[in-house]
């Protein structure tokens, strides 16, 4: 559903679009419609930022995640996890603005040429990852492309923190959380 979204962008440019990993069991509580919204963030910037002719990459694979945020930062609880990278083989981000590009209205020194874009997609992105205890990142070496790679934790949790976090936000909906599915039937 994503990639058709997606689709005049992606034969405009002529990209390819590969998938890896799809046939793995991606079953996690989420929201679904919120899940999409990360991965159509995720691919739409990886268009954006691609040369013609060439790849991207959507791979799916298990992973944990360390909480290391229990009380005094000693208990470190391992998470199994889903993990979602979107690789693209752009321009890439400098790697001291990999963390800032998260942040709200911040674009890459690299691309904030002030056409197109807002500079949202990846901060909204991390508040969803977040509100669902996982983790996002970005990695890139300049000039060879970046891959944006989230977290979510397989096994079910009843976030407090999620709901009182993101209260003045539009999160707020955890009975909407269902046990869906990310791979690629879903794309
Ligand atoms: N795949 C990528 N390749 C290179 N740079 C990227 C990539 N993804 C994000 N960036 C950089 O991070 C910035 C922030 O991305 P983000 O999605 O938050 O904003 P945007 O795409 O500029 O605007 P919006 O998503 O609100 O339309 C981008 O403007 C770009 O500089
Ligand atoms: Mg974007």
């Known amino acids: ?19 890896i990993g799809n046939e793995i069991d991606t079953s996690v509580t989420c929201d679904k419609e919120r899940i999409m919204q990360v991965i159509h963030n995720l691919l739409s910037n990886a268009i954006k930022f691609s040369p013609p002719d060439s790849v991207i990459t959507i791979a799916f694979s298990y992973t944990t995640i360390e909480d290391k945020s229990g009380a005094r930062k000693q208990l470190i609880n391992k998470q199994s996890a889903i993990r979602v990278d979107v690789k693209d083989e752009g321009i890439g981000v400098p790697i001291n603005e990999l963390e800032t590009i998260f942040d709200q209205f911040v674009q890459s020194s690299k691309t904030n040429t002030g056409a197109g874009g807002t500079g949202l997609g990846l901060a909204i992105c991390k508040e969803i990852i977040e509100g669902h205890k996982g983790v996002i990142k970005a990695h890139s070496i300049f ?37 869906t599915d990310t791979s690629n039937n879903s794309l």
């Open 1 to 19: 559903m994503v990639i058709a979204e997606l689709k005049a962008l992606i034969a405009e440019k002529k990209l390819t679009i590969k998938m």
């Open 143 to 179: 000039g060879q492309g970046t891959t944006i790679s989230f977290s979510l934790p397989l096994q079910t949790q009843t976030s407090t923190a999620y709901t009182e976090q993101d209260s003045e936000d539009n999160f707020t909906e955890n009975s909407d959380h269902k046990r």
